[in-house]
């Protein structure tokens, strides 16, 4: 098994921006692919961003895309997300995620390992 946990969330001004960490922890070798993904309230979570295992590749939704950047250091069993130029559109509960298989892929039920969330809040 992974337990994955994020932090980082707070409540920050539109324009501003907030950095998310997940760390992972288990069985991380068997991790390929870690992704972020939010949910607003009363919306259905949504995709925002994945990377693969070499961190060489990168897919973002349209949404986030030129503002957010997804990372990772294999070395800490850790992936962020570099949040710029947030909106109050932003605001939702972030999840980290994480998945065996490779592939960048966006639906929900292909990732694995889940972490219970982090809060981000932009004010208008």
Same mark, same amino acid.
């Given at each position: 098994q992974v337990q994955l946990v994020e932090s980082g969330g707070g409540l920050v001004q539109a324009g501003g921006s907030l950095r998310l960490s997940c760390g992972a922890s288990g069985r991380t070798f068997s991790i390929n692919v870690m992704g972020w993904f939010r949910q607003a309230p009363g919306k259905e979570r949504e995709f925002v961003a994945a990377i693969s295992r070499s961190g060489g590749s990168t897919y973002y939704a349209d949404s986030v895309k030129g503002r957010f950047t997804i990372s990772r250091d294999n070395a800490k069993n850790t992936e962020?997300? =570099?949040?710029?130029?947030?909106?109050?559109e932003d605001t939702a509960v972030y999840y980290c995620a994480a998945r065996r298989s490779i592939g960048l892929v966006t639906a929900t039920g292909e990732y694995d390992?889940?972490? =219970?969330?982090?809060?981000?809040?932009?004010s208008s």
């Open positions: 962020y997300l =570099q949040m710029n130029s947030l909106k109050p390992y889940w972490g =219970q969330g982090t809060s981000v809040t932009v």
